[in-house]
C-alpha cells in the first residue's frame, strides 16, 4: 500500500506539477527563451566529457521549492538554464541525466527519487548512471556535488536512509 501511495505522489502530483510549473515559468519569461536556447546548445559540446557535465553542475545553486516544497515541480534543462542553473535537487537531477546523454564517457544515466519510508518530505532526487560497461563503476550527482561507487546499491547506501525505497524517473 505504501509503495502504491509514493508511486501516485511521483507519477501524478510530480508529473503534473512539472508540466505546469514550466508552462507557467515560460509564459512569464518569454523573453529569456532566445538566450537560454543559445546556452543550451553550448552545453550540449561541453558534455561531450564528463569534465564539462561537472563543471556546469558545479554552478548549481540549492534552492527550495516553493511553499517548503509543497509546490514540488522539476524544472526542464532550459528552464534550469534560463533560471541560471538555481533548483532544488529534482532540477540538479533533471540536468545532469539531460546532459550525460551527450557524454561519451557514460554508458547510461537515470534519475531516480528516493525516499526513506513514509516521509515523503525526505525526498531526494538524483541523477546516478554507469561510466562504462567494461569497469562497472556506477556515478551518482546530487546536487552539485559528484561521487563513484563500485555498485549501484553503493550508491544508494551513500545516503543512508532508513527503509530505502527508490523509483526510477527517466
Not at 529569456?32 to 548549481?60: D, P
Not at 538554464?81 to 541525466?97: E, M, Y
Not at 564517457?105 to 534519475?111: D, G, K, L, S
Request: glycine share 4%; hydrophobic share 45%; aromatic share 18%.
Amino acid at each position: 500500500m505504501r509503495k502504491v501511495l509514493i508511486f501516485l505522489y511521483v507519477v501524478l502530483f510530480r508529473c503534473w506539477m512539472t508540466f505546469f510549473g514550466n508552462i507557467i515559468y515560460w509564459f512569464c519569461h518569454l523573453s529569456k527563451l532566445k538566450t537560454a536556447r543559445r546556452e543550451k546548445e553550448i552545453l550540449e559540446s561541453y558534455a561531450e566529457f564528463l569534465f564539462g557535465v561537472i563543471k556546469t553542475l558545479q554552478k548549481h545553486e540549492y534552492v527550495s521549492d516553493p511553499r517548503g516544497g509543497i509546490l514540488d515541480w522539476s524544472p526542464w534543462p532550459i528552464t534550469m538554464i534560463a533560471r541560471g542553473f538555481r533548483d532544488d535537487c529534482d532540477g540538479a537531477a533533471r540536468l545532469s541525466c539531460w546532459m550525460c546523454r551527450f557524454c561519451k564517457e557514460v554508458a547510461f544515466a537515470n534519475e531516480y527519487i528516493i525516499i526513506s519510508g513514509w516521509h515523503i518530505n525526505t525526498a531526494h532526487v538524483i541523477t546516478i548512471g554507469k561510466l562504462d560497461c567494461i569497469t562497472d563503476r556506477w556515478f551518482c550527482f546530487s546536487n552539485n556535488q559528484y561521487f563513484e561507487a563500485n555498485s549501484f546499491d553503493e550508491v544508494l547506501n551513500s545516503f543512508h536512509y532508513k527503509n530505502l525505497i527508490y523509483y526510477k524517473l527517466r
